[in-house]
C-alpha cells in the first residue's frame, strides 16, 4: 500500500449489548481521521465492526435463551444504528461472522503453522470472560473468594488441550519494530507501557478453545475453535480487502488503552509469523468515564449515545468529545461542560461570526463577494497545523488552533466594525467583508471533519445564490 493510502479501523465491539458513549468516541476519532485525509484527496479505506464470537457472547446468548447468532443479529443492529446517528460512514462493517473473514482467519492460521509457530499442549491457568484474556496470577487481584483482574472482573481457572502460539520468538522483532522499525505506538505513555511489557518478557499463548464451539473452526483440528482474539484481530485483513484492492497494512488501528497489549504484541507477532506487514500506527486512546468510574456495561453507569445525539445533535457530541479531551487522558463526562463547550466555541464564536458576516453581505451585496482572500486574516502557519494535528490525530489540538482561527476573524470584524464602515465607505466595508468570508470558507473546510453535517450545510449556503443566513448552530444552553 503506498504511503499515500490510508486503512483506518477501530477495534470491533463485542455486541453483547448497546454500545455506549466510549464505543461513540472511537468511531469518531476513526470518522474523524477518514474524513480529514479524504478532504485532502488522499485514497482512504476506513472500517469498523463487531467481534461476534467467544465465550462472553456464548454465555449471554446462553442467559437470554437464545442462540449466539440470534443475540449478535439483534445487537450488531444497534452499533449500525449508533454510527448512523452519529454520522460516522465506514467503508465497511465487518461482523466476524461474516463469511469471507472465516477463510481470512483461518488463511492467516495456516500461515502461523507453516511457519513452525503453533503447537499443541494444556493450558492450565486464569481466564476471565469479560476481557476474553488470559491472566498469570502475579497479575491478578486477590478478593473474598478468589482473584479478579486488574480491571477489577472475575477469572475463573482453565485446563484445557490448546494450540499454542510461541508469542517468545518475537520478544526482540516487537521491541524492533516499535523502536524505529515501523510500528508507531501513541501517544508515548503508551509506547512506554507496551516497551515495558515486552522487556519484561513474552510468554507464549494458547490460541484455540474446545469447551465451547461458538467460535472460527481451528483448521483440520476437530474440536478446537480459534480463542476469539486470534478471529478478531484477523478482522483487519478481512477488511483491508475490497473489490478492486488489498488495503493493508493499517496506517491507523484506533484502539481503547486496555485492549494494547493484544494490538501492540500479539498482533505484529502473528503478522510477522505470517510473513504479513505490520501495521503503521497504533493509537490507543483513553477512557469516557462516568461519575469517575470507566464507563462500561458491567459497572452500569452507561451513558447511551442517542440520548446525547437527541438532547444536542450528533455534531455538537463529536466537538465536545474531540475538543474537550486528549487521546492520552480519559474524559469524565458531564452535560455542564458538553453545553458550555457547544456554546462556547460554536455557537458564540463560530456560529457568530458567520451569522454576522453573512448577514452583512446579504443586507449589503447583491452576490457574494469574491475580490478579497484569507490572507490579511489567518496565515498559512495557522491552516499547517490545524493539517498537521489532524494527521497526528491530536484531534484536541487541531481543534484548538482552529479555535485561533476563529478568534482572529472576530477580532477582525470587532475591529473594523464593518457595520460602521459601510456608511462611509461602502468599497473598504465589502473589502472587509470580502476577507472574512473567504477566511470563513477556509475554517469550514478545516473543521468539516470534526462537524461534517454543519460544515456540509454553511458549504451549500456559500456556494448557493447570495441569501440571508440560517442559525448554524442553536443554542442549548440558557
Ligand atoms: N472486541 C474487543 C476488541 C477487538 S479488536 C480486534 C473489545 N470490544 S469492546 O466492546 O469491549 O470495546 C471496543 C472498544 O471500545 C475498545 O477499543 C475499548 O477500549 C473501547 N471502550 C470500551 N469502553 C470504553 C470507555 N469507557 N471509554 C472509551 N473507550 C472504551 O475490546
Known amino acids: 500500500?503506498?504511503?499515500?493510502?490510508?486503512y483506518i479501523t477501530t477495534a470491533i465491539s463485542y455486541p453483547n449489548g448497546k454500545p455506549h458513549l466510549g464505543h461513540a468516541y472511537e468511531a469518531v476519532l476513526a470518522d474523524t481521521l477518514a474524513r480529514h485525509y479524504r478532504g485532502e484527496g488522499k485514497e482512504v479505506r476506513f472500517v469498523t465492526g463487531t467481534d461476534e464470537h467467544g465465550l462472553k457472547i456464548f454465555q449471554k446468548a446462553r442467559d437470554e435463551g437464545i442462540t449466539p447468532k440470534e443475540l449478535v443479529d439483534r445487537e450488531s443492529e444497534g452499533f449500525k444504528r449508533m454510527l448512523e446517528a452519529l454520522s460516522v460512514k465506514p467503508d465497511r462493517f465487518i461482523r466476524t461472522t461474516d463469511e469471507d473473514h472465516y477463510a481470512e482467519a483461518q488463511k492467516l492460521w495456516m500461515k502461523m503453522v507453516e511457519a513452525g509457530d503453533i503447537y499443541l499442549d494444556t493450558?492450565?491457568?486464569?481466564?476471565?470472560?469479560?476481557?476474553?484474556?488470559?491472566?498469570d496470577e502475579d497479575e491478578l487481584f486477590a478478593v473474598e473468594n478468589g482473584y479478579v483482574s486488574p480491571l477489577g472482573n472475575p477469572v475463573e481457572w482453565k485446563q484445557e488441550e490448546s494450540w499454542f502460539f510461541r508469542l517468545s520468538k518475537y520478544q526482540k522483532q516487537i521491541d524492533d519494530a516499535m523502536h524505529g522499525g515501523g510500528m508507531t505506538i501513541k501517544p508515548p505513555s503508551r509506547h512506554n507501557e507496551v516497551r515495558r511489557m515486552v522487556e519484561a518478557g513474552l510468554r507464549d499463548i494458547s490460541i484455540s478453545r474446545t469447551t465451547f464451539d461458538w467460535g472460527i473452526p481451528v483448521p483440520n483440528s476437530p474440536g478446537h475453535v480459534m480463542y476469539v482474539w486470534v478471529d478478531a484481530l484477523a478482522n483487519y485483513l478481512t477488511g483491508a480487502r475490497d473489490e478492486y484492492r488489498n488495503w493493508w497494512p493499517a496506517s491507523n488501528h484506533f484502539i481503547g488503552k486496555d485492549i494494547l497489549k493484544f494490538h501492540a504484541i500479539y498482533w505484529p507477532a502473528f503478522?510477522?509469523?505470517?510473513?504479513?506487514?505490520?501495521?503503521?500506527?497504533?493509537?490507543?486512546?483513553?477512557?469516557?468515564?462516568?461519575?469517575g468510574k470507566k464507563m462500561s456495561k458491567s459497572a452500569g453507569n452507561v451513558i447511551d449515545p442517542h440520548d446525547l445525539i437527541d438532547l444536542y445533535g450528533s455534531d455538537q457530541l463529536r466537538y465536545y468529545m474531540l475538543e474537550s479531551v486528549s487521546m492520552a487522558d480519559d474524559g469524565n463526562f458531564s452535560h455542564e461542560k458538553l453545553i458550555t463547550c457547544v456554546d462556547t466555541d460554536?455557537?458564540?464564536s463560530w456560529g457568530n461570526l458567520v451569522q454576522r458576516t453573512c448577514s452583512l453581505i446579504s443586507a449589503h451585496c447583491d452576490a457574494w463577494p469574491t475580490y478579497y482572500s484569507y490572507k490579511s486574516i489567518v496565515d498559512d502557519r495557522l491552516i499547517e497545523n490545524v493539517q498537521t494535528y489532524f494527521t497526528l490525530a491530536q484531534f484536541s489540538n487541531a481543534i484548538a488552533?482552529?479555535?485561533k482561527g476563529v478568534y482572529r476573524c472576530n477580532q477582525y470584524i470587532d475591529a473594523k466594525a464593518p457595520w460602521n464602515l459601510v456608511k462611509v465607505d461602502r468599497g473598504a466595508a465589502i473589502e472587509v467583508l470580502a476577507g472574512l468570508l473567504d477566511t470563513i470558507k477556509v475554517l469550514n473546510k478545516l473543521i468539516a471533519p470534526v462537524v461534517p453535517n454543519a460544515a456540509a450545510k454553511l458549504n451549500d449556503y456559500l456556494n448557493g445564490p447570495l441569501a440571508k443566513p440560517t442559525v448554524l448552530f442553536p443554542r442549548i444552553g440558557k
Open 1 to 6: 500500500m503506498s504511503m499515500h493510502a490510508h
Open 123 to 135: 493450558y492450565k491457568g486464569w481466564y476471565c470472560v469479560a476481557e476474553e484474556s488470559y491472566f
Open 271 to 291: 503478522l510477522m509469523s505470517a510473513g504479513l506487514p505490520i501495521p503503521r500506527e497504533i493509537n490507543a486512546h483513553g477512557f469516557w468515564m462516568n461519575d
Open 346 to 348: 460554536l455557537v458564540n
Open 401 to 403: 488552533e482552529w479555535q
